[in-house]
């Protein structure tokens, strides 16, 4: 029903900012939570930031809070990842990812996936 895509992935430096974006499609989600995964290689995928679309409220995992902003345009359908003073451990591919039901920060929770996008930070 739902289709998530990622772009905005890329080589920065350490210290360095990038803006991740998910474009959905398919069908709407207004009710539906809205969140940012990342997996390194030989890693679980593991929780960034998660947001609802029609409260506004977001969360961040400690590892990213701080550095990291979720954002949404709901004309767009899309949402954003804003990364900021990134670090070589940030180096992984990030997922974007949708909900229907309740707010979580559990990967397994979550219905909808996109297929990634790389991001690498060199030190």
């Known amino acids: 029903q739902v289709q998530l895509l990622e772009s905005g992935g890329g080589l920065v430096q350490a210290g360095g900012s990038l803006r991740l974006s998910c474009a959905a499609s398919g069908g709407t989600f207004y009710t539906n939570t809205m969140g940012w995964f990342r997996q390194a290689p030989g890693k679980e995928r593991e929780f960034v930031a998660a947001?609802?679309?029609?409260?506004?409220?977001?969360s961040y995992s400690d590892s990213v809070k701080g550095r990291f902003t979720i954002s949404r345009d709901g004309a767009k359908n899309a949402v954003y990842l804003q990364m900021n003073s990134l670090k070589p451990e940030d180096t992984a591919v990030y997922y974007c990812?949708?909900?229907?039901?309740?707010?979580?920060?559990?990967?397994?929770?979550?219905?909808?996936w996109g297929q990634g996008t790389q991001v690498t930070v060199s030190s």
């Open positions: 947001m609802t679309w029609t409260g506004g409220y977001t």
């Open positions: 990812a949708a909900r229907k039901y309740s707010y979580s920060e559990n990967a397994a929770s979550y219905d909808y």
